[in-house]
């Protein structure tokens, strides 16, 4: 597809028509920080573009384009006014240098989940999609990662009668009891805002 065309996008809720580009810049501004090196931009470009061409190649005129993204006003809330041309000047050159650069395995666009940051390694395709389809994703080891400042991050909810039931290898959480319902460690992640479903229930006072 041609990257000035328009895509729909869900945004707070609302289903909008954006620019393919306006959509991808603006999920690179979310995903990465643009103090990143032009190579890991380029990168992430790459990733990016293979993700909305899967979509939009498996779901047609029906796909609308749901990853969160930044637009150019939270993009100055976030670099601050000073930042934001330089920032979203670097972030566009990616994406246009790039153009039409995907990842193939065999004959299909590939799959490409990104992680900014993993709990020391990254999870198994099959374990996590449940399907033979991606034998691409191992878990590689990320030891980088565990001495990052936001390696950790508490968050406190109301009291509940909740227990993490299943990991996978990696140590994500696949399956929590919450009450008498079983829900995915994506979905609690998701519900409760967690950054990650790598996690673990602790009581905390009460």
Known sequence: ?????????KQDEK???????????????????????EEALKVQAILVRTTIYKQLKEEGSQ??????????????????SSKFSRYYRKIENAWKDTEG??????????????????????????????????PYLKIKDCPLDIESKEQIKTVITDDMDAEVKETDTAG???????????????EFREKYNLDSSCFILQKYDG
């Open 63 to 80: 796909a609308v384009l749901a990853d969160d993204f930044w637009t150019e006003e939270e993009m100055k809330k976030e670099w601050g």
């Open 1 to 9: 597809p041609a990257e000035e065309m328009q895509v729909a996008v």
């Open 101 to 134: 650069q995907v990842l193939m395995y065999g004959e299909e666009l590939a799959n490409t989940p990104f992680t900014r940051l993993t709990n020391g390694s990254t999870r198994d395709g099959k374990e996590v999609l449940g399907s033979e389809d991606y």
């Open 15 to 37: 289903e909008i028509e954006i620019s393919l580009d306006e959509y991808a810049i603006g999920k690179m501004a979310k995903e990465v920080p643009a103090s990143y090196e």
């Open 172 to 186: 994500y959480v696949t399956t929590v009891q919450v009450g008498e319902e079983t829900m995915s460690g994506e």
